[in-house]
């Protein structure tokens, strides 16, 4: 922040009146809500208005500060006459005043930067939610206090981890570069240990227990007879998942394509004997007929998966 | 060839509209079959 008098003024005052001004900073960004600061304020050269203050008190600091600290009683007569008479009588009482009063507001200050950061480090000892944070964030905005580098740095390096979640539960990716449920679970071990509860690691949970439940329904369908339709939609529902799932996966393909192709035989069979008549379904003619046409079928490749 | 497009998905486990329909039929033609063969056998004994 520019000071109004910082270069070629008397060095000897220097370091008063920046303590000075330091102060008046303070006073303007942290407490300003109530009496402090109240000759300072209306306007943004409060820096300008801090030396005539010190100017009006002929650059005595303490009762610079004093009437920055608390207006009221200088303003008001009756305080005043009682405030001056008294330190008058102790030569001593101003300056003590003075520095208790710093000391009570920055310290209050520190004390209330302290107990936040105390609080987010706690919170991050389980996964903050995003609305959480902001509400730290805007803690810190408020005080005016940069979060802790090293806390700032868990952040980043849980959004790092979200980044790397989100690759990895992503649908599109190829079956073969999938990651196994073993791995996905071992992932979902390391998103427990994150600070940070990004979306991609709700979902990365979220995944964890459909894959749990789709392999549940894989493992009751087989030996158990299924509707194609069923069928069919437990292989969709398994191929978007980001789960490289092997054998009960491939197993399952199999069984529809299988029982897509017996289908289509069947309907085959079905429109060559409508155009014979119902009643010679099954005859032996028939029968070695619909063998050929079979057969012919069977060739073909009509696999969907 | 039917009774085995019908074992086809017995084996599979799997149901179907086409699949039922195929068993329906089958029943309904060895039910005839089994008709038509008392017949037979009632006009053979006469």
């Known amino acids: ?305 | 060839m039917n009774a085995a497009l019908q074992s086809e998905g017995e084996a599979l486990k799997v149901s179907f509209k086409d699949l039922e329909e195929l068993r329906e039929k089958i029943a309904r033609v060895n039910s005839w079959k089994t008709q038509a063969n008392a017949f037979l056998d009632h006009q053979t004994i006469r």
């Open chain 1, 1 to 305: 922040m520019p000071r109004l008098i910082s270069q070629g003024h008397n060095g000897e005052d220097s370091a008063e009146l920046r303590e000075y001004l330091d102060l008046c900073d303070f006073v303007m960004r942290e407490a300003s809500q109530n009496l402090n600061g109240m000759l300072l304020r209306g306007s943004s050269q409060y820096q300008e208005k801090a030396m005539n203050i010190l100017t009006q008190f002929n650059f005595d600091y303490d009762m610079a500060k004093f009437s920055i600290l608390y207006p009221t009683v200088l303003l008001l007569p009756e305080t005043r006459h009682r405030f001056l008479k008294a330190i008058k009588e102790d030569e001593t009482l101003l300056s003590k005043i003075v520095r208790e009063a710093v000391q009570d507001l920055q310290g209050s200050k520190q004390d209330e930067i302290d107990e936040v950061v105390s609080e987010l480090r706690q919170a991050l000892t389980h996964r903050l939610k995003p609305e959480e944070l902001k509400m730290f964030q805007r803690k810190f905005e408020k005080m005016q206090v940069k979060i802790p580098d090293d806390v700032e740095q868990m952040l980043l390096d849980a959004e790092e981890f979200s980044k790397q979640v989100r690759k990895q539960i992503n649908s599109n990716v190829q079956v073969e570069n999938r990651l196994s449920l073993e791995q996905l679970e071992e992932l979902q071990e390391l998103a427990q240990a994150q600070c940070l509860e990004t979306p991609e690691l709700l979902k990365l949970d979220q995944q964890v227990v459909s894959a749990r439940d789709w392999l549940a329904k894989v493992e009751r369908s087989q030996g158990a007879e299924i509707s194609l339709k069923d069928l069919d939609k437990l292989v969709r529902s398994g191929k978007q998942l980001p789960v490289k799932f092997g054998e009960p996966f491939e197993g399952l393909c199999e069984r529809l394509n299988k029982a897509l192709d017996l289908q289509q035989r069947i309907q085959e069979t079905f429109k060559s004997n409508k155009t014979r008549g119902a009643v010679q379904v099954a005859t032996d003619q028939d029968i070695g007929t619909n063998n050929a046409k079979a057969a012919v079928h069977a060739n073909s490749n009509h696999n969907v998966y």
